[in-house]
């Protein structure tokens, strides 16, 4: 039988009830986190983004969420299970994408790199301290010049006495700047990829950090070009599996499982503010839910936003049973992405005036999802993944 009532709750937008499939803990760690951004970081992030400025304080209240460390088991992580983590990122994207973004660059890709490419010794070593966020982690593998194309990294590793000595640039490497530990990503003098850990940066003679200024999307977090003019970083800071991009990839490949959710949480957050205002606004005497094409609108958002939340749900199970591929990331991700965009957009135009301005929200996820759409892979990079497993050729070059 239909249910007629509109399954639309301040507690989420859930048209298709996936919220059935959650178990108790599952749902617990959802709302806790959903609490946290809703009660802390919406009403206090706007004058952090306005200003540029990393809001350290509501960063570290993610500490007492039991989220750090994501799906990594043991070592003081939060060992979350893959539906746990799609939902962390889901509700963290709906308030913010900087903060978001932290969590991801810290617990996901710099942990995660750790957690599954280092050797046991090396996890000993820096996960406990990073689980508890005494110690923040960076992931460098960007450069000026190799951005898509970072399979051809420049920077280069060359081993000395019991030491790496780096060289070379890395750009937009987020968090580096309050970081206590960045892997860059350099090749060796054989040709072979590796990770190597930087420890305390700050005090390491030939390294140079320098955030970058006028980034108009995620702007309470920053990103830095980094410089590295003989940095010497000892062979037991190689992270001991990686030798090909191969590797790395595996970790950007859990990074657009995670970023898929992020989108669809970036799009849903809009969503339930336009659906909001849109019965509150008043134009012609009656609220603008009131016409048909804010209907029309509303009824777009609310459709891609649920075919995003299905995308990420199964995407879950693949992962969960160990079936998921690269490129079934890769798709998830260039779905949820363009998706995001749009319906951020149309939140945004949906909120008139309004819509523009940073206090009520909108605007910003609207540049959180143009981010969303660039990293982790573009557009463009993501669709190429998917095409080379359906063909079997590579469209890359
Ligand atoms: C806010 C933010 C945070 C980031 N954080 C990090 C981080 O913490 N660590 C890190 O290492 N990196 C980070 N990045 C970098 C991000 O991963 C890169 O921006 C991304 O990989 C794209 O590289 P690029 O910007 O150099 O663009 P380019 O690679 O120069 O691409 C420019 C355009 O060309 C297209 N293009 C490139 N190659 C092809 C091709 N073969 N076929 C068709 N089109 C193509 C792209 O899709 C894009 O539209 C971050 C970026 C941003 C914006």
């Avoid at 308030?95 to 890709?109: A, E, K, Q, R």
């Avoid at 980034?215 to 970083?233: C, S």
Wanted: glycine fraction near 10%; include cysteine; charged fraction near 25%.
């Amino acid at each position: 039988m239909l249910n007629e009532k509109a399954p639309t709750t301040t507690s989420g937008f859930d048209f298709f009830k996936l919220d059935s499939f959650l178990n108790d803990e599952q749902r617990a760690i959802r709302d806790r986190v959903r609490e946290y951004v809703q009660s802390q970081i919406m009403p206090n992030i706007s004058p952090y983004w306005d200003r540029a400025e990393f809001p350290r304080e509501l960063a570290m209240g993610l500490r007492d969420l039991g989220i750090i460390g994501g799906v990594i088991r043991g070592y003081g992580s939060a060992g979350l299970d893959p539906l746990a983590m799609g939902l962390v990122k889901y509700e963290l994207a709906k308030g913010d994408g900087s903060i978001n973004t932290f969590y991801g660059v810290h617990s996901g890709l710099a942990m995660g790199s750790i957690g599954l490419l280092g050797s046991n010794e090396q996890r000993e070593r820096w996960l406990p301290a990073m689980s508890r966020l005494e110690k923040i982690g960076a992931f460098g593998l960007t450069e000026p010049e190799q951005g898509s194309d970072a399979v051809h990294v420049r920077t280069t590793a060359r081993l000395d006495g019991d030491h790496y000595v780096l060289n070379g640039t890395k750009r937009w490497i987020g968090n580096a700047s309050i970081a206590d530990l960045i892997i860059i990503w350099a090749r060796d003098e054989d040709g072979q990829f590796g990770g190597f850990v930087i420890e305390d940066p700050k005090h390491v003679a030939g390294l140079e950090i320098e955030d970058l200024t006028g980034k108009i999307g995620k702007r309470a977090i920053l990103n830095a070009d980094i410089r590295m003019k003989d940095v010497r970083v000892p062979v037991a800071n190689r992270l001991a599996k990686p030798r090909s991009f191969k590797d790395t990839a595996k970790v950007l490949a859990l990074g657009r499982f995670g970023v898929s959710w992020e989108a669809a949480g970036c799009a849903a957050g809009a969503f339930e503010l336009a659906l909001k205002y849109a019965k509150e606004r008043e134009q012609f005497g009656k609220p603008i839910a009131s016409f048909q094409l804010i209907q029309q609108k509303l009824v777009e958002m609310a459709t891609e936003v649920t075919a995003m939340q299905l995308i990420c749900f199964q995407l879950t199970q693949l992962i969960a049973s160990d079936q998921m591929t690269e490129a079934m990331a890769s798709m998830a991700k260039y779905n949820n992405a363009r998706k995001a965009r749009y319906v951020t957009q149309l939140a945004r135009e949906t909120m008139g005036g309004n819509g523009l301005l940073i206090e009520n929200h909108v605007a910003r996820l609207m540049t959180d999802a143009e981010v969303i759409y660039t990293y982790e892979g573009t557009n463009e990079i993501n669709m190429l993944l998917v095409g080379r497993e359906l063909t079997g050729i590579s469209a890359f070059t």
